[in-house]
């Protein structure tokens, strides 16, 4: 008993240590396991700086996961050594080793894969599923890059279309060509759609509100746009907002711009000794570049806020551009507002509203291709004619207005200084969209669109000191244009098995009228100092001229499209549109512009997941479009004015006589064209080529034909002639780098062009005259030739001097360069390592030549120019008399270059609390430096207009150049 009972008296000390023993295991593997979790937190974001609410968090190998809130924050509690997964829809997915971290802040990029969604008129199609040429630029394409123009985001970042700028003024013209020159005659700038609606201006756009950018390059492509889709069509979505929480982004950037070369010229010693009897200095004289280029600042400012509230989406913006000319007394302001708003009335019925306005204040922007008149007192060409011995202003403070050694115009600098020229561009553009889903494959979408667009112009050109020369003169023009756009769109989209089939409707109506008045006012006979009186008193002016025009006209338009989509391999599109316009006579006025294009993913047949090519599909296409551009009223006879005649024998009486010949059959130019494209992607989708091989041809075209004398003389615009693009696009990405803290993504893009004249309805060549002429004499230095491009120039073989230093040139003329481009590529890269980012845009333009008549002038006497400027007098080869033709060998350069477009370094600095989310500054070169052979400014500018005929292009005649400019920029997000 007392065994047993002492037996049982340590059994429970026994069963202690063990139940102990256990407890301790246990806590201690507790206390591991504890020690093994922990939470991680964070905020989602995209590429753009963008919350992303309801993001997917998930733990790598397991079934642990979160979501983001509508702030975009996360929590979630995982084991050490974990790899989180970030995804979101339309976003590559995101890997991220915990390690050590306890935050983690990720940013997803948008997905670029084969599913990209883009514009195809009048709808959207997956980017894997379309069967014509199209390229797509979105915003964050060119988010590193501080731009004020819209139109610099297309430049070099598509295969085949060349951007060009003619002038280096703000606000100055833009030159774009998609697949080189259609016309000869008519205007080569691409249809523009913003939002749908049909002719919209880049030039007004803030570029902050672009969403993306398509452009629709083949004739499948852009038949949908009939007879205005032959120089290709540029459709531009604006942002929209997105859920979550209100998003407000400030962007500021200040840029500073400069010459970024000089002509050299002779001092004023050297002209002194090179002109000879009669020369001195004055006033220690001067340097007339230094004095009329300066260092241009520019401000921009960018606000926006954007999102969504329950079933309302919104976006707000407001940009305001000021920009100093690198000329003396020139500027350029722009004001911007943009309000786009969305609301889903019922699950079945969305209505939008996009309001956009801008003003556009040009002060004194001059000749070179921008939008003030060409003053022939003035501007570059005089600037480096003009004598520098003689300094512009006397110590009194009164000008040197004339010299009669080298220019013999006004002192370019006290025009520039006098000079008081105003333009203001008023616009304002609505459209209403109403979006219904009767079932889930039909949609009917209504939209109406306005735009309202006002120019008013004063020029006033006084007079410094006094001159009977040079009497001062005012000019003042108004116009104003209206659009409106009906368009009316009945969509079927429905699936049967593994075929897609969507049919699109279109009824769609548009007016346009333009009205404009102007007058123009010479020899104030006013007494003292007419600049007093200005630009308002030119009713006294003794020579007055009154203009005063209205127009209007409109087009009908049915358009029908197919797509058919089978099992993903084969891809069907056909298109007709019918255009019915006012422009032409009743038996004329429909034109019918039909396409057809096919793909075919080979891939699908014969490649594997892992495959070294992961896709490989075909593309063909052909379509006809149109160009319609001529006046409203150009078949119907005209009455032309002023044609007096004294009846009586002694005073005059006023009457009016018919104008020229009219072609009563006159219709629009025609462009066929055929498209075959290849598109490869290789290693995963992280390299991606596409390949197109185009043929166009313009016919009909409208051309001016002699008309005999015996029948009047003259000419008649009428439909004859063909012309005709051959070449290949070629662009190739790739995602070179792409790992979790450093991704480097490039992208090339080429374009080879070859234009050719097939016919000029009867003669075999045509010589034509420039613009305007800067050196006095006949002009005509352009030719066009049938089996030549456009953009011939015509003139002599400069043969160098003689003995007694005389210019010597070959007796007969002939072609002697072309100014237009065969050969254009870009190199995009985007470098992002951590929270830096670096972009650089190298661009390359070659196979042209440039007639540089800015240096023609100043090189020999001629014209305007009584002693020659240009250092060159001082070499012993060159001429020191002689005839000086401009149009000559000896004025022909080779405008190739390669220019560093962009350069471009940010970073991005962490939420601030209580401030904002994200803060990004950057630093940013524009046009830093470019390798050409060119000896004048800047080979890419040009004295022709954007929509002159492409017959005289690369023509610099004191063209401004573009500047050299670093900006410095923040943009803070909240």
């Not at 123009?520 to 308002?536: E, I, R, T, V």
């Not at 007055?544 to 084969?570: G, M």
């Not at 034509?768 to 011939?792: D, I, R």
Request: proline share 3%; with cysteine; hydrophobic share 35%.
């Amino acid at each position: 008993m007392k065994n047993q009972l002492k037996t049982n008296s340590n059994a429970p000390r026994t069963s202690g240590k063990f139940v102990f023993l256990i407890l301790l295991c246990f806590s201690i593997f507790s206390m591991s396991a504890l020690a093994q979790t922990k939470e991680i937190t964070g905020t989602i974001k995209d590429d753009q700086g963008e919350l992303l609410p309801g993001a997917s968090v998930l733990e790598k190998g397991t079934s642990n996961g979160a979501v983001s809130d509508f702030d975009g924050n996360y929590a979630i509690t995982v084991s050490q050594g974990a790899i989180l997964v970030f995804s979101y829809v339309g976003y590559v997915a995101t890997e991220v080793a915990v390690g050590s971290q306890t935050t983690i802040n990720v940013t997803l990029k948008g997905d670029n894969s084969l599913d990209e969604i883009v514009l195809v008129g009048y709808g959207t199609a997956k980017k894997s599923d379309l069967t014509g040429a199209i390229s797509s630029v979105g915003a964050k394409d060119f988010e590193n890059q501080p731009l004020t123009r819209a139109e610099d985001a297309l430049q070099s970042r598509t295969a085949g279309v060349n951007v060009s700028k003619n002038s280096g003024a703000p606000g100055g013209d833009i030159k774009i060509r998609i697949r080189g020159s259609n016309s000869i005659t008519g205007n080569n700038q691409p249809l523009v759609v913003i939002d749908g609606i049909i002719g919209g201006d880049l030039s007004s756009l803030n570029t902050n509100d672009i969403q993306s950018i398509d452009v629709l390059k083949d004739a499948s492509a852009t038949a949908i746009y009939g007879s205005r889709g032959s120089n290709g069509v540029i459709l531009v979505a604006t942002k929209r907002g997105k859920a979550g929480v209100p998003q407000i982004h400030v962007n500021y950037f200040l840029s500073s711009s400069v010459v970024p070369k000089k002509y050299d010229l002779l001092s004023p010693q050297q002209f002194v000794d090179f002109a000879g009897a009669g020369a001195e200095i004055i006033n220690g004289g001067a340097d007339y570049q230094d004095e009329y280029f300066r260092t241009a600042i520019t401000n921009n400012v960018q606000v926006t806020a954007s999102g969504r509230e329950g079933r309302v989406n919104y976006y707000l913006s407001g940009n305001l551009v000021s920009q100093d000319g690198i000329i003396i007394n020139t500027d350029y302001q722009r004001y911007s507002l943009r309000s786009n708003i969305s609301v889903d009335l019922t699950d079945k019925l969305t209505v939008g509203l996009n309001v956009y306005g801008s003003k556009e204040d040009s002060h004194n922007l001059i000749a070179g291709g921008t939008r003030g008149a060409q003053d022939v007192r003035g501007g570059v060409q005089a600037v480096l004619g003009w004598n520098p011995a003689v300094n512009f202003i006397n110590p009194d403070g009164s000008y040197n207005i004339e010299s009669n050694l080298g220019s013999i115009l006004r002192n370019p600098i006290a025009v520039q200084r006098e000079r008081d020229g105003n333009d203001v561009v008023n616009s304002l553009n609505a459209n209403l969209n109403l979006s219904y889903d009767f079932t889930d494959q039909l949609n009917f979408t209504i939209l109406a669109g306005s735009s309202q667009k006002s120019l008013n112009s004063e020029v006033y050109n006084g007079i410094p000191d006094g001159s009977a020369n040079f009497p001062p003169n005012a000019s003042y023009g108004s116009r104003r244009g209206e659009d409106y756009q009906l368009s009316n769109i009945l969509t079927w989209n429905n699936d049967f098995g593994t075929t897609n089939l969507k049919l699109t409707g279109i009824y769609e109506l548009q007016s346009s009228t333009s009205k404009s008045a102007g007058f123009s006012a010479s020899q104030y006979s006013l007494s003292g100092n007419p600049d007093a009186y200005s630009f308002y008193l030119a009713e006294l002016a003794e020579n007055q001229r009154i203009n005063a025009n209205k127009s209007t006209s409109a087009i009908d338009s049915y358009v029908a499209r197919a797509e058919v989509n089978f099992n993903q391999n084969l891809f069907l599109t056909a298109t007709m549109r019918v255009d019915e316009s006012s422009r032409f006579r009743e038996g004329n006025r429909t034109g019918y512009f039909p396409s057809v294009s096919a793909a075919y993913n080979l891939g699908n047949l014969f490649l594997t997941d892992d495959s070294f090519v992961n896709s490989l599909k075909l593309r063909a296409g052909y379509g006809e479009t149109g160009n319609q551009n001529v006046a409203p009223y150009s078949t119907f006879q005209e009455l032309n004015t002023g044609l007096n005649f004294p009846f009586d024998g002694s005073s005059l009486d006023v009457g009016v006589g018919f104008g020229g010949l009219v072609d009563e059959n006159l219709t629009w130019e025609t462009t066929k064209q055929i498209n075959v494209g290849v598109d490869f992607n290789l290693v995963k989708n992280r390299l991606n080529l596409s390949i197109d091989w185009y043929k166009k041809n313009t016919v009909d075209l409208l051309l001016e034909k002699p008309v005999l004398a015996s029948n009047g003389g003259g000419t008649i615009l009428t439909n004859i002639g063909e012309v005709e693009n051959t070449g290949v696009d070629v662009t190739f990405s790739a995602a070179v780098v792409d790992s979790e803290n450093f991704s480097w993504d490039s992208n090339l893009t080429m374009s080879f062009v070859d234009n050719k004249i097939v016919d000029l309805g009867g003669p075999d060549q045509i010589v034509t005259p420039a613009p305007f002429n800067p050196a006095g004499g006949s002009s005509n230095w352009f030719l066009l030739k049938v089996g030549e491009p456009l953009g011939n120039f015509y003139g002599y073989q400069y043969l160098g001097a003689d003995e007694n230093g005389a210019a010597q040139y070959s007796e007969d003329q002939g072609i002697i360069g072309n100014g237009t481009p065969t050969f254009t590529w870009g190199l995009n890269n985007t470098l992002n390592y951590k929270k830096w980012d670096l972009n650089f845009l190298l661009r390359g333009v070659h196979g042209y030549e440039v007639l540089n008549s800015t240096l023609g002038i100043i090189r020999l006497a001629t014209g305007n120019i009584t002693v020659p400027t240009s250092a060159e007098v001082l070499d012993p080869n060159s001429p020191t008399s002689g005839n000086n033709f401009i149009n000559s060998t000896r004025n022909i350069e080779d405008g190739s270059f390669i220019r560093l477009s962009n350069l471009s370094l940010g970073y991005t600095l962490p939420s601030i609390k209580g401030f904002s989310d994200s803060v990004k500054i950057y630093v940013s070169g524009q046009n830093l430096f470019t390798i050409t052979d060119y000896k004048g400014y800047d080979p890419e500018v040009s004295s022709v207009g954007v929509t002159s005929s492409d017959v005289t292009a690369s023509f610099d005649a004191g063209a401004l150049p573009n500047p050299r400019t670093v900006t410095f920029g923040v943009n803070i997000g909240f």
